[in-house]
């Protein structure tokens, strides 16, 4: 039976998948590497430096750069990014999930997050909703990023739970393979042709509620 559920953030919770695009997507501009919609999908879940990997690839500009000034790239995204993280409100929490978060703690379901991103903490503070992911997979201390099973095997194991007792929620293909392959039961949300291999896919958070849950899992 499901006991728990392990969130990921970005495209999840709140919309900052976006904010990622636009930051990289500055960063692609500078190295000459040609913006796509696959590629945005791509960067979706995968880390800081595995993304700039990826998008230097496609700009066939993999071996123009030392490791120092890869770094700095790097680095430069996140001041990017940062600048619209700082500006995030309550009012960045994607419809339903302040809904769904609250019926699934008073349904006594136990949460995790299982998000990539090193700036989880600071996004959740934006978001006043701290209090609900006390239990948190630490990225840096990963060996291997999504679509690895790592992180989601980890955020059932936070909670002392199988995976096979909980339920993992993402917006991303690498994502959803994670779930996948850490034996969790995948809700996708977004596009359900780029998230397939979910066992649920919802088009949006809206749709985010136990009786829905209940019904696609019959
Ligand atoms: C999430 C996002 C990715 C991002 C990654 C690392 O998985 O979906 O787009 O690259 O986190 O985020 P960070 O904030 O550490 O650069
Ligand atoms: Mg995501």
């Not at 495209?11 to 590497?33: E, L, M, N, P």
């Not at 809700?187 to 749709?207: R, S």
């Amino acid at each position: 039976a499901i006991k728990g559920f392990v969130f990921d953030l970005d495209g999840v919770i709140t919309d900052t998948s976006t904010f990622h695009s636009q930051a990289w997507h500055q960063i692609a501009d500078k190295v000459g590497a040609s913006w796509n919609d696959q590629l945005a999908d791509a960067l979706k879940g995968i880390s800081r430096m595995d993304s700039l990997n990826l998008i230097l690839a496609q700009g066939h500009r993999e071996n123009d750069f030392t490791p120092a000034q890869k770094q700095a790239l790097a680095t430069e995204k996140n001041t990017n990014y940062l600048q619209l993280v700082n500006q995030m409100t309550p009012a960045n929490i994607l419809p339903g999930i302040t809904a769904f978060l609250a019926e699934l703690t008073t349904a006594g379901y136990a949460l995790s997050l299982a998000s990539a991103s090193k700036n989880a903490p600071l996004v959740l503070r934006k978001l006043g909703l701290s209090d609900y992911f006390t239990k948190a997979v630490d990225p840096a201390s990963l060996k291997h990023g999504k679509p690895d099973p790592e992180i989601f095997r980890r955020g059932a194991e936070i909670l002392g739970l199988n995976p096979a007792d909980c339920i993992g929620v993402e917006d991303a293909a690498a994502g959803v393979q994670s779930i996948k392959g850490a034996g969790e039961t995948a809700i996708g949300i977004g596009d359900p042709t780029v998230l397939a291999a979910a066992d649920i896919n919802f088009t949006d958070t809206t749709q985010l509620t136990l009786a829905n849950i209940k019904t696609q899992l019959d």
